[in-house]
């Protein structure tokens, strides 16, 4: 069976999509099947460039740059992406009607017209999978007004990307009922959970030494991922106010994104003391890093209506590292961590009932031996790429 992943996502990148899509594609070839991975690139100088890294074919086409840009750069450069990926993949003499299945990872929203000539060549299926629903959560945030121009444009391309699928994977039971009002009746929508892949392209080399920092001899609470405005990171650096001076507690955080600089600074402000900041790293380091902290922070503004559960915390679990929560009402997300003892959970957003919790964690800590065997435990229960494989490749048939 030959595969077609399109996807935005892809390493050298070094955010959770790309890890994921990367684990897909391998999981896949072993499992017996070829793997093309069809990329835009705004970093090469050619129009497109073919590769092969453990054995995915991988065809990287030169897209406007949408990563690190301003608001009104990157939806002109994703509006333009898929249309450039489309001349330059004929351009490349790549044959496209040799696939048997397509996956399109979403986001972004904007790969429909990608996916639909690539289905339309190869007259086979597309497997739409959906981490992200956009633009529903920017309404939600306030981001966007959902009876202005933007909204209406936004859902338009949203529309698009759900015609060219055939299935559609989405994270959680609990958006079920937004899929089944947006899309037709003749589509299967059916829950594909997250996934990473067990340990084995990592290293034991991390570039942040936190014995080095002033961080030193104190729990640890860290952040790893997109630091954006649907995470609402804002309350921890609250809580860190709460705790300057604690030489008992401190908090990490490691990536980027649009709300990184105003965090930043907010922190600078309040002369904290007990808070770092570092650049994203490889994620082959981020194994490294976790086994220098005691607990991972999960994030999710709480204006969200729609269910999600993030990248970050299934590496936390990989890692038998448990987690600190902070999410929007009714996330799937609270049950899970409930019912199987892997952290704790606060949805209604209060900082001094954050305190409570960190003080609990301080006393009680939740960082032992069997704490981390139930963390890797649902990890390989309820998010493993062998199973998604196999659910895709199903969808498939």
């Known amino acids: 069976m030959k595969i077609a992943i399109i996807t935005d996502s892809f390493p050298p990148l070094n955010n959770s999509g790309a890890v994921q899509v990367m684990d897909l594609a391998l999981e896949f070839i072993r499992q017996g099947m070829q793997v093309t991975v069809i990329t835009p690139s705004s970093e090469i100088i050619v129009n497109f460039l073919i590769e092969s890294i453990e054995n995915i074919q991988i065809i990287r086409l030169k897209s406007p740059k949408?990563?690190?840009?301003?608001?009104?750069?990157?939806?002109?450069?994703?509006?333009?992406?898929?249309?450039?990926?489309?001349?330059?993949?004929?351009?490349?003499?790549?044959?496209?009607?040799?696939?048997?299945?397509?996956?399109?990872?979403?986001?972004?929203?904007?790969?429909?017209?990608?996916?639909?000539?690539?289905?339309?060549?190869?007259?086979?299926?597309?497997?739409?999978?959906?981490?992200?629903?956009?633009?529903?959560?920017?309404?939600?945030?306030?981001l966007i007004s959902h009876n202005r121009l933007p909204y209406f444009f936004f859902k338009l391309i949203e529309k698009n990307l759900y015609s060219t699928a055939d299935v559609i994977g989405i994270q959680t039971l609990a958006n079920m009922p937004y899929f089944k009002k947006e899309v037709s009746s003749n589509l299967t929508i059916e829950v594909l959970q997250n996934w990473l892949s067990k340990e084995g392209r990592g290293t034991s080399y991390c570039s942040i030494k936190i014995d080095?920092?002033?961080?030193?001899?104190?729990?640890?609470?860290?952040?790893?991922?997109?630091?954006?405005?649907?995470?609402?990171?804002?309350?921890?650096?609250?809580?860190?106010?709460?705790?300057?001076?604690?030489?008992?507690?401190?908090?990490?955080?490691?990536?980027?994104?649009?709300?990184?600089?105003?965090?930043?600074?907010?922190?600078?402000?309040?002369?904290?003391?007990?808070?770092?900041?570092?650049?994203?790293?490889?994620?082959?380091?981020?194994?490294?890093?976790?086994?220098?902290?005691?607990?991972?922070?999960?994030?999710?503004?709480?204006?969200?209506?729609?269910?999600?559960?993030?990248?970050?915390?299934?590496?936390?679990?990989?890692?038998?590292?448990?987690?600190?929560?902070?999410?929007?009402?009714?996330?799937d997300l609270e049950k899970i961590i409930k019912d199987n003892g892997v952290g704790r959970v606060v949805t209604n957003h209060s900082v001094n009932l954050l305190v409570d919790v960190v003080n609990e964690l301080l006393n009680k800590p939740l960082n032992d031996y069997n704490t981390k065997i139930r963390c890797q435990k649902l990890h390989k229960e309820l998010f493993s790429t062998e199973k998604v494989v196999k659910q895709i490749a199903h969808g498939l048939d």
Request: net charge positive; with cysteine; proline share 3%.
């Open 66 to 142: 949408i990563r690190g840009v301003s608001y009104i750069r990157r939806v002109i450069g994703e509006l333009l992406m898929p249309f450039s990926m489309i001349y330059n993949l004929k351009r490349s003499s790549t044959s496209i009607n040799q696939f048997d299945g397509i996956i399109t990872y979403a986001p972004s929203i904007f790969l429909g017209p990608v996916a639909k000539k690539i289905k339309k060549n190869s007259q086979c299926k597309n497997y739409l999978i959906i981490r992200d629903i956009f633009p529903q959560w920017a309404v939600d945030l306030g």
């Open 212 to 331: 080095d920092t002033k961080l030193n001899r104190r729990t640890i609470f860290v952040y790893a991922g997109n630091i954006g405005d649907a995470q609402g990171l804002e309350i921890f650096i609250d809580l860190a106010n709460k705790f300057s001076g604690n030489s008992k507690v401190g908090f990490l955080f490691v990536g980027r994104g649009s709300a990184e600089r105003r965090l930043r600074i907010d922190a600078d402000k309040r002369k904290l003391d007990n808070i770092l900041f570092y650049n994203e790293i490889n994620h082959k380091e981020i194994s490294a890093l976790y086994e220098q902290c005691s607990y991972g922070i999960i994030s999710l503004d709480k204006r969200h209506k729609t269910h999600n559960i993030p990248g970050k915390f299934l590496s936390y679990m990989r890692s038998g590292l448990p987690v600190l929560a902070v999410i929007n009402k009714n996330n």
